[in-house]
């Protein structure tokens, strides 16, 4: 919700109980004011009525108004006490009831007693509460008409720099983070708040750099060490003299050199793709590619007796940079051939739009929206890294492409979406 | 065969010196840029192995003036950047081979090997091992005089163990010579074990001498008694 929307509404919801009950209150007082000078008026005829009386004017019924409403008469009765009450009467010309204040007072005068009725019109109490309302809703509205349009000049000029700020905000890409330029103003608060932003970015700018920085230069950094340590075995496995039994530990250092190694490059890869340094792009014919790779792990696959059925539409194009496509299919393909079962089977089907991979497996034991995070894998694997994943779907990210995974009919569906 | 080794590293140097003299190699080393570009201005050497990333300079310079300099020397380029701009930037320069680390020195000296029989520097064409006579032009290889037919893995394998006789290679190095970045993929081990037992079988078909022993578990040495380099 705006700013703006938000005041409004809390001016709203602010405002329409203080009408409300400002309304009452005046529409009481109103009502009373005004019955208050209805009586006056009737308490004055009625000192006009007693006047005639007195001067013995009053011999029989006689009206004292032109309307025939208030009238005079002689009475036997006698009641000290008079009485101002409201009372209906039916207007013959509106044709409908209309409210009177009605004055009812005995008189003796000259030994004779007269009955004195006074009527007087008064306002209808739907009708002042009419008037009390809309006057107040005018009041209102236009009271909300000005609150609109202030708060609008201000937000125009007072919040420029907050709406300056927060465009400069959502224009900042820390990928390609170029000093923040929040303008000054003449707001103390605006000024804090672009301080506080400024540092924040570029203390967040700094982490971001440092974290990009730190695996890449870490895995080179271990390129060297691991290269002194693999020379150092080859050249103790020449040693003539060497047992069986430190053989075999030479044997387990290397085998153990080649994992790490092979882990340090699948992190420097995927941390070279994270930070965009493929930038060559050209045009790929992902169908050679994926028959080049086909071929290049028929023999693994033939090693575990695994069938490969390829339906594969030629001359399928994408704009990639050649050494990723060729990455991103290899991973897909290895992990199809790793994950399988002895005289397994896998299925690529390469369409315009997707590629897709089945192979047969044991169901996963771990969440497959986990499938693609770093360091994720099957508990059964324990030779893989658990790179392989977030490299392919890293370089999907990259390009925007979709990688979907799903298991059906003890099938594991790996579908590239080329966007 | 005089080689120029340019590595920063002292470890990694002596152990690739140490490694490459056994081979019979007569090895010199540079460890920054201003020592190596002397060297290399100064003598004449039949290989150099260099490293990109040296103190004082770029490996890549070095290249360049070995290349303006008219040098004949076979250049391998061995970085532990394994980046493909530089290894396009360096074979466009002029290197013969990119080799990143970490590499095997198996690895290293079969790509010596390649490279300077590439460049003819011995005058033949022929790989000849007693009874065996490798035509590396033609992949062909003959044992008796008769043709053998070894399929495109089996060839590869005979030859890395040529460039490596009398030597032990470990089956994670075969791996990684024959399979690439496939190598992790695999259980190796089974693989090699395949292909080597076709290849002697094909050898062996043909009288050739069982040259091939089983080190232990880690690997293979291709032991000939005749040394030729």
């Not at chain 1, 005041?7 to 009502?31: D, M």
């Not at chain 1, 079962?341 to 997707?354: A, P, Q, R, Y």
């Not at chain 1, 990259?398 to 059906?408: A, D, P, S, V, W």
């Not at chain 2, 044992?143 to 163990?161: I, R, S």
Request: aromatic share 10%.
């Amino acid at each position: 919700m705006k700013l703006l929307t938000k005041t409004t509404l809390y001016y709203i919801l602010v405002a329409l109980p203080l009408v409300v009950l400002a309304s009452i209150i005046s529409f009481r007082l109103i009502k009373s004011e005004m019955r208050e000078g209805t009586d006056e008026a009737l308490k004055y005829e009625l000192h006009l009525a007693k006047d005639l009386i007195k001067k013995g004017l009053v011999k029989q019924k006689q009206y004292l108004s032109i309307d025939s409403l208030s009238f005079v008469e002689p009475s036997f009765l006698h009641n000290s006490k008079k009485r101002i009450a409201d009372t209906l009467i039916y207007d013959k010309y509106e044709k409908e009831y209309v409210l009177f204040r009605k004055l009812t007072s005995y008189y003796t005068a000259n030994e004779a007693s007269y009955c004195i009725t006074i009527l007087k019109t008064t306002i209808e109490e739907d009708e002042l509460i009419e008037g009390v309302l809309s006057t107040f809703f005018i009041i209102v509205g236009l009271l909300t008409i000005a609150f609109l349009f202030s708060n609008w000049i201000l937000s125009r000029s007072i919040w420029k720099p907050f709406y300056k700020t927060l465009n400069e905000l959502k224009r900042y890409d820390i990928k390609n983070h170029e000093k923040s330029n929040f303008s000054t103003s003449n707001t103390l608060e605006f000024n804090q708040l672009n301080d506080t932003l400024n540092t924040l970015i570029n203390k967040i700018y700094q982490d971001y750099i440092q974290q990009k920085e730190f695996t890449e230069n870490a895995s080179h950094e271990l390129q060297t060490p691991i290269a002194i340590i693999k020379a150092n075995i080859n050249l103790l496995m020449q040693s003539s003299n060497i047992k069986e039994h430190e053989m075999e530990q030479l044997q387990i250092i290397d085998d153990t050199l080649k994992k790490i190694s092979s882990l340090n490059k699948a992190l420097l890869l995927l941390t070279k793709i994270e930070n965009h340094q493929f930038h060559k792009t050209e045009q790929i014919n992902i169908s050679n590619v994926l028959y080049k790779i086909v071929d290049n792990i028929q023999e693994l696959a033939d090693a575990k007796d695994i069938t490969i059925k390829k339906q594969i539409q030629s001359n399928v194009c994408i704009t990639m940079n050649a050494m990723l496509s060729e990455i991103i299919i290899l991973n897909i393909l290895q992990n199809a051939i790793r994950h399988n079962i002895k005289g397994g089977c896998i299925e690529i089907n390469l369409s315009d739009t997707e590629l897709i991979v089945s192979n047969s497996g044991e169901p996963l034991n771990i969440n497959p929206e986990e499938l693609f995070i770093r360091f994720k894998k099957n508990d059964a694997s324990k030779d893989s890294v658990g790179l392989g994943l977030a490299i392919v779907k890293s370089i999907s990210d990259l390009y925007h492409f979709k990688i979907n995974y799903h298991f059906n009919n003890s099938q594991h569906y790996f579908t590239l979406k080329f966007s | 065969m005089k080689i120029l080794l340019v590595e920063d590293d002292a470890h990694l140097r002596k152990s690739i010196k140490q490694y490459l003299y056994q081979e019979g190699y007569l090895v010199e080393s540079a460890s920054d840029f201003i020592e190596a570009s002397e060297k290399a201005c100064v003598y004449d050497y039949d290989c150099i192995l260099v490293d990109i990333t040296l103190p004082k300079g770029s490996g890549l310079k070095i290249i360049q003036q070995l290349k303006e300099g008219n040098s004949k020397a076979g250049i391998i380029i061995i970085s532990a950047k394994n980046s493909l701009e530089d290894k396009i930037n360096g074979l466009d320069l002029g290197a013969d081979d990119y080799l990143a680390k970490p590499f095997d020195l198996t690895e290293l000296n079969s790509r010596i090997k390649a490279l300077i029989r590439r460049r003819n520097f011995e005058g033949n064409k022929f790989i000849i091992i007693n009874e065996i006579t490798i035509i590396p032009d033609e992949r062909q290889v003959k044992v008796h005089g008769e043709p053998v037919h070894l399929t495109a893995k089996e060839y590869d394998l005979l030859l890395f163990f040529i460039a490596n006789k009398n030597r032990v290679v470990s089956k994670n190095a075969i791996a990684e010579h024959l399979w690439g970045d496939n190598a992790d993929q695999i259980d190796s081990h089974d693989f090699i074990y395949v292909h080597l037992r076709n290849l002697r079988k094909k050898l062996l078909e043909k009288n050739c001498a069982d040259y091939v022993q089983t080190i232990y578990g880690i690997g293979y040495n291709f032991k000939t008694n005749e040394i030729i380099n």
